[in-house]
């Protein structure tokens, strides 16, 4: 079971940028990546994903704000964040899948807060 370790969080005012990083303990090449998050009293969401081929997928709240990227050589993800809201406040966590089913481990996230 792949080991994941993000980072890259912090406190933010509205408008502004973060960029989250996501370290694998294993290759990633062929897996799905996606980054998830969770804000206090809610559910874990999918926020974006990438396939092994690079193909793409967001969440509606945050198209056109957040970009997901992989970096096989170096087993690493990154999620550009742009234009960051107060709504976007949360844990920021990433995982591995294949398919449907989520392969790695949960790390302990990366905490994002966007002040107003």
């Known amino acids: 079971q792949v080991q994941l370790v993000e980072s890259g969080g912090g406190l933010v005012q509205a408008g502004g940028s973060l960029r989250l990083s996501c370290a694998a303990s294993?290759?990633?090449?062929?897996?799905?990546m996606g980054w998830y998050r969770q804000a206090p009293g809610k559910q874990r969401e999918l926020v974006a994903d990438?396939?092994?081929?690079?193909?793409?997928n967001y969440a509606d709240s945050v198209k056109g704000r957040f970009t997901i990227s992989r970096d096989n050589a170096k087993n690493t993800v990154y999620l550009q964040m742009n234009n960051l809201k107060p709504e976007d406040t949360a844990v920021y966590y990433c995982n591995a899948r294949i398919g449907t089913i989520v392969t790695g481990s949960w790390g302990q996230g990366t905490q994002v807060t966007v002040s107003s």
């Open positions: 294993g290759s990633i090449s062929i897996l799905i």
């Open positions: 990438i396939t092994r081929y690079s193909i793409t």
